[in-house]
């Protein structure tokens, strides 16, 4: 099970270096200081291969990203299992002021008001001040602020249930490969939510065919390493449970049988409700995942020969949510769904400009060996100071270097654009003096999240009359399992930027993928374009557009659906014509 101990890992030492950024933020240490333990965090957290083997060959010593301080401690996590520098900081900081970090509303200052004025260092005792009445009555908070907090409080322990879809996806992957190779297990398959491309995960499914019966598989499952409990269902499936703390449920088939289960297994109920009435219809049953027609076991040794026999077309597993995806391949009206290489350009990304790890020629020759025609470079604006935000004299420097890059490489080009924030009252970061060097601008919130939905709608739709505007950034501004969206009118920002033609983000970053997946057929069917970006502060994160196109897919959405599925020239020019 070595892959997933590897990551797993990965994911521990990337935690603890986000744990001391943020026990260093409390103590108000060096923002500088900060943004190098959060960098290498995120470095770590996407380093190719075994930690281990990197730090003793040194390739974990050249990561863009990790220093020498945060490889010091990288190594003593890797060899020793512990940090002496955040214990250290556990001895002077209570940890539980920094959960609150991830309270949303609650900031430094705040959480040092709440600790010194009223003593609370922990959750439970922040929820008790805040439903008692003793939240409300400090300075700056107020009743809304303390009614804020217990939603967040209660959205944060509902979380803990879930984990992100790209951790999920990691973990069973090097679940799906340490199991496939168990004697008797002829082929292993990741099903569930996280086939599905679910944004947030509860349970990892996966599907093992094998040669052996349940019984003897079962039995060799229970001295699988790593192992803590195990417990049957019934005769074909069982849940592990592994000493870290994650679990999988199981399910076991015969050759014969794949495509029934995999499908059951696969889900979503929804789904499964819709190919069961599909099967009524047709003559068929799925009873005991098998399909049966009247007493006999009708074989699918595959999925499409279910799909088949139920005369549908292959139904994508993305797709498979129960809102009218069976009557649409029954119909004929299944669309044809993005695929990953219908993206000509990469956009939303961050170098070292601001608080990216790259530089832009590092970010041009990833982008091109990774099969793109253009990159877009979008370096927070001035406003962003705590992400390093860029003045108009770096924009400046920054558009001579894109230049000089474009002048010397060959099958790629590098656009000049910026991330730009919208402020409080909608003006766009940026004069249009600067703007119109720029051949694209994103715009995206990143404070005041608590304005009124009325009056976080304005802002936003104050924003999309800058005709220097091209893309609406992470649109509802959520973090998953962190904060919710915030509150705005989407059928009002959908029908503005039709109209304006501005397009909205699929934010690709697996903490965000924003815009949610549900509300995409609404954009659509608005007459609004959407982009994928990838929100990429390293030249890992080139791999996010992938989770961004699996929530293009789960919205039904096609290559014409994407703006950057244009060529760059095509997609230069749809960003001029609003100027």
Not at 328 to 354: I, M, Q, V
Not at 499 to 527: F, H, Q, T
Not at 543 to 552: D, I, K, S, T
Request: charged share 25%.
């Amino acid at each position: 099970m070595e892959t997933l101990k590897d990551f797993v890992d990965k994911k521990a030492v990337a935690d603890v270096l986000e744990q001391i950024a943020a026990f260093l933020e409390l103590r108000g240490e060096n923002p500088f200081r900060i943004r190098a333990f959060r960098t290498a965090a995120r470095a770590i957290g996407s380093f190719p291969g075994d930690l281990r083997q990197g730090l003793e060959d040194g390739s974990l010593a050249s990561a863009k990203g990790v220093g020498p301080a945060t490889l010091q401690i990288a190594a003593e996590l890797i060899n020793t299992g512990r940090a002496g520098l955040l214990e250290e900081l556990r001895e002077q900081i209570p940890p539980g002021l920094v959960e609150m970090l991830a309270i949303s509303g609650l900031g430094v200052a705040k959480i040092r008001q709440i600790h010194d004025v009223l003593g609370i260092d922990s959750l439970p005792d922040l929820e008790a001040a805040a439903l008692d009445g003793r939240l409300a009555r400090l300075p700056r908070f107020g009743q809304k602020t303390s009614e804020n907090i217990l939603k967040s409080i209660a959205f944060l322990r509902q979380a803990s249930t879930y984990r992100l879809s790209h951790h999920a996806a990691e973990e069973a992957e090097g679940l799906r490969l340490a199991l496939a190779r168990l004697p008797g297990v002829t082929t292993a398959f990741v099903a569930g939510d996280v086939r599905r491309r679910v944004e947030v995960v509860r349970d990892l499914i996966l599907v093992l065919v094998a040669e052996v019966s349940p019984a003897e598989l079962f039995k060799r499952l229970s001295q699988f390493p790593g192992v803590h409990e195990f417990a049957g269902q019934d005769e074909r499936r069982l849940t592990l449970r592994f000493a870290g703390g994650a679990s999988a449920q199981i399910v076991v088939t015969t050759p014969v049988n794949v495509g029934a289960v995999l499908v059951q297994a696969t889900g979503s109920e929804g789904h499964l409700a819709e190919v069961a009435a599909q099967a009524s219809a047709s003559g068929y049953s799925l009873t005991g995942a098998a399909l049966w027609r009247g007493s006999e076991f009708v074989a699918t040794p595959d999925e499409a020969s279910l799909y088949g026999a139920l005369r549908l077309p292959f139904i994508p597993p993305e797709l498979r949510e129960g809102t009218g995806e069976v009557a649409a391949a029954r119909t004929g009206r299944l669309p044809r769904l993005l695929e990953p290489g219908d993206l000509r350009g990469f956009l939303h990304c961050h170098t070292n400009y601001s608080d990216g790890s790259s530089t832009v020629e590092e970010l041009a020759l990833a982008c091109r060996a990774a099969g793109y025609q253009y990159v877009g470079i979008t370096d927070h604006s001035q406003a962003a100071a705590y992400a390093g935000g860029l003045t108009g004299d770096d924009l400046l420097r920054q558009a001579d270097e894109v230049d000089e890059v474009n002048g010397r490489l060959e099958g790629i080009r590098v656009l000049k654009g910026v991330e730009a924030d919208i402020l409080a009252d909608g003006r766009v970061d940026f004069d249009e003096q600067v703007l119109g060097r720029l051949d694209f601008v994103i715009a995206s919130i990143h404070s005041r999240f608590n304005m009124s939905p009325p009056e976080m709608t304005a802002r936003m739709l104050a924003a999309m009359d800058n005709p220097f505007l091209t893309i609406i950034g992470h649109p509802t501004g959520r973090l998953l399992l962190s904060r919710d969206p915030y509150g705005v009118d989407l059928d009002a920002i959908i029908e503005k930027a039709a109209a304006s033609g501005v397009a909205l983000e699929i934010n690709a970053d697996p903490r965000r993928l924003d815009l949610d997946w549900r509300v995409l057929p609404r954009v659509k069917a608005g007459g609004a374009m959407i982009s994928i970006g990838a929100d990429a502060h390293s030249l890992a994160g080139i791999g996010n557009v992938a989770y961004g196109v699996g929530m293009a897919r789960k919205g039904w959405l096609g290559p014409d659906d994407l703006l950057n599925a244009r060529s760059a020239d095509d997609f230069v020019a749809w960003a001029r014509r609003r100027r």
